[in-house]
C-alpha cells in the first residue's frame, strides 16, 4: 500500500481524448474547504454513470496570449494604477480620519467603500500582475474557489455601499430635520455591517454553487483571474446550464436591486431639488450628489460594457475585463476627491498642516 503522500494519478476524459495527468492530494489544510464545495461532485458524477475526475487545478491564460515585448509595458501601466488606488483610498480614509468635519455619515460610508475597493483590488490585481512576467500561470483549486470569493464578497460589498450611499442622499436632502435621526452612527454602523454581512453571503453563496460542479477536460480558464462564467465553461455534466442560469440569476438580481433603489432615491432627490425656488440653492444641493452618482454611473457602466457586449477575441475580452476589475477602483478615488469639495478641501488642509514649513 502506497504512502498517503504520494501523487494520486487519475485520467481526465476531455472532449477528444484521454489526458493523463497527475494530481497531487490536497494537504490538511485545504482537506474542509474542498470538502465543503465538492463533496456532491462524486456523487453526481456516480449517479451519471460518468467516469468524471475533478481538476486539483486550472491555468489562467490572462495576458499569456499577448506580444510577450508588450508584457513589461502592461504590466507597469496597471501597477501604477493598482498602487495609486491603494495611495488614494488610504488617503480618504486617512483625511476622515484625521478631519472631525468630516465625521459623518456620508464619510463614514466613503470610508466603508474605500475599504471595499482596496481588499478587491488586493483579491485580483497582485494576481495579475505575477502573472504578466511569470511563465507559471497555474492555479490551485482552492486558491481559484478563494479568489472567487473575496472578489464576489467585496464586489457585491461595494454595490450594496452604494445603495446605502444613495439612501443617505435621499435621507439628507428628502428629509433633512430628520436626518440625524434616521441617520444615526449606530444606525449608520448596523447598516455598513448588512452590507458586509450581505456580500458575505452573495461570495458564498455563489462560490458553493460553482464549486459544487465537477470540472473535467480543459483546465485552461481565458480569463486573469476565476471568472465566474470562465469557469462554468469548463464544468460537465447535466446540471450545470440550470447552475449557470442560477448564477446569472443570482448576480443580476442583486446588481439590478442596488441600481433600482439607487435610482429610486435619485427620482425623490431630483423632485425635492426642483422645489427649490432659488437656482444656487439647487446647484448646491445637487452638488452633493455628484460625486456618487458619478461613482454609480462609473460602476455600472463598466459592468454593463464587460457583460452585455458581443462576443470578441480573447485578448479583446482580457483588456475589457481590466476595466472593471483595475480601471473603475482607480478612477473611484479620483471622482470622490474633485468631485467633493468638503473632501478636496480637507485633503488640501491637510496637506498644508503636515507639508507647510508654517505648520499650521
Known amino acids: 500500500m502506497g504512502s498517503d503522500n504520494a501523487p494520486k494519478q487519475k485520467f481526465i476524459r476531455g472532449s477528444n481524448f484521454l489526458e493523463y495527468k497527475e494530481i497531487a492530494r490536497p494537504n490538511a489544510r485545504e482537506c474542509f474547504f474542498i470538502l465543503c464545495v465538492t463533496i456532491g461532485n462524486a456523487d453526481a458524477a456516480s449517479v451519471a454513470g460518468q467516469n468524471y475526475s475533478m481538476l486539483s487545478e486550472f491555468i489562467l491564460v490572462g495576458f499569456s496570449t499577448f506580444p510577450q515585448h508588450l508584457l513589461p509595458a502592461f504590466f507597469l501601466f496597471y501597477l501604477l494604477m493598482y498602487l495609486f488606488t491603494l495611495l488614494g483610498n ?196 445637487f452638488s452633493t450628489c455628484v460625486s456618487h452618482l458619478t461613482v454609480v454611473i462609473v460602476h455600472y457602466g463598466f459592468a454593463s460594457i464587460i457583460y452585455l457586449k458581443p462576443r470578441s477575441s480573447v485578448d479583446s475580452n482580457t483588456l475589457m475585463a481590466t476595466t472593471y476589475t483595475v480601471f473603475t477602483p482607480f478612477l473611484s478615488p479620483i471622482i470622490f476627491s474633485l468631485r467633493n469639495k468638503e473632501l478636496k478641501n480637507a485633503i488640501k488642509k491637510s496637506f498644508q498642516r503636515k507639508f507647510s514649513p508654517l505648520g499650521s
Open 90 to 285: 488610504l488617503l480618504i480614509m486617512a483625511t476622515v480620519w484625521s478631519e472631525r468635519s468630516l465625521h459623518t455619515p456620508m464619510y463614514l460610508f466613503l470610508c466603508a467603500l474605500s475599504t471595499s475597493e482596496i481588499l478587491f483590488t488586493v483579491a485580483v490585481t497582485p494576481r495579475m500582475l505575477v502573472d504578466m512576467l511569470s511563465s507559471h500561470h497555474s492555479i490551485t483549486f482552492v486558491a481559484c474557489a478563494t479568489q472567487m470569493f473575496f472578489s464576489f464578497m467585496f464586489g457585491f460589498t461595494h454595490s450594496f455601499l452604494l445603495m446605502i450611499m444613495g439612501y443617505d442622499r435621499y435621507v439628507a436632502i428628502c428629509h433633512p430635520l430628520r436626518y440625524n435621526m434616521l441617520m444615526s452612527i449606530r444606525t449608520c454602523a448596523r447598516l455598513v455591517s448588512w452590507t458586509w454581512a450581505g456580500g458575505s453571503v452573495m461570495g458564498m453563496m455563489v462560490t458553493l454553487i460553482v464549486f459544487h460542479l465537477t470540472f473535467c477536460g480543459s483546465n485552461m480558464i481565458y480569463h486573469f483571474g476565476c471568472h465566474v462564467f470562465s469557469l462554468l465553461k469548463l464544468a460537465c455534466g447535466k446540471e450545470t446550464s440550470s447552475v449557470t442560469l442560477g448564477v446569472i440569476f443570482v448576480c443580476v438580481s442583486a446588481l439590478m436591486g442596488c441600481l433600482f433603489l439607487i435610482v429610486l432615491s435619485y427620482v425623490f432627490i431630483v423632485a425635492a431639488i426642483l422645489r427649490i425656488p432659488s437656482a444656487e440653492g439647487r446647484h448646491k444641493t
